[in-house]
Nanobody
Framework: QVQLVECGGGSALDGGSVRLSCAAS????????MAWFRQAPGKERERIAL???????TYADSVTVRFTISRDNAKNTLYLQMNNLLPEDTAMYFC????????????WGQGTQVTVS
């Protein structure tokens, strides 16, 4: 059974930092592409960062430079380091995974809330 479990969310001050983790189990983690999505109230879910099986990363314009996605294949864990947080970063954050050849993400975590004020 595939499981993605996020942790590390909470409250942060404007300009502060938060680190999210996503522990994966039940599939071949290091062969999959991983991503972080977020969804703010009243807004559509957006993909903000992704990392492929080789460690190549891509970021949304809204978070580039401030956020860093990384993965530890030995620990089957995905991370999102968020620096210089803004109130508009307030959202539910989700990790997701897919075989890199897939267009759609097929595995999702339950989400963790980040609130910036």
């Amino acid at each position: 059974q595939v499981q993605l479990v996020e942790c590390g969310g909470g409250s942060a001050l404007d300009g502060g930092s938060v680190r999210l983790s996503c522990a994966a189990s039940g599939y071949t983690y290091n062969r999959n592409c991983m991503a972080w999505f977020r969804q703010a109230p009243g807004k559509e879910r957006e993909r903000i960062a992704l990392i492929n099986q080789f460690g190549t990363t891509t970021y949304a314009d809204s978070v580039t430079v401030r956020f860093t996605i990384s993965r530890d294949n030995a620990k089957n864990t995905l991370y999102l380091q968020m620096n210089n947080l803004l109130p508009e970063d307030t959202a539910m954050y989700f990790c997701a995974a897919k075989p890199c050849a897939n267009e759609s993400y097929i595995y999702w975590g339950q989400g963790t809330q980040v609130t910036v004020s």
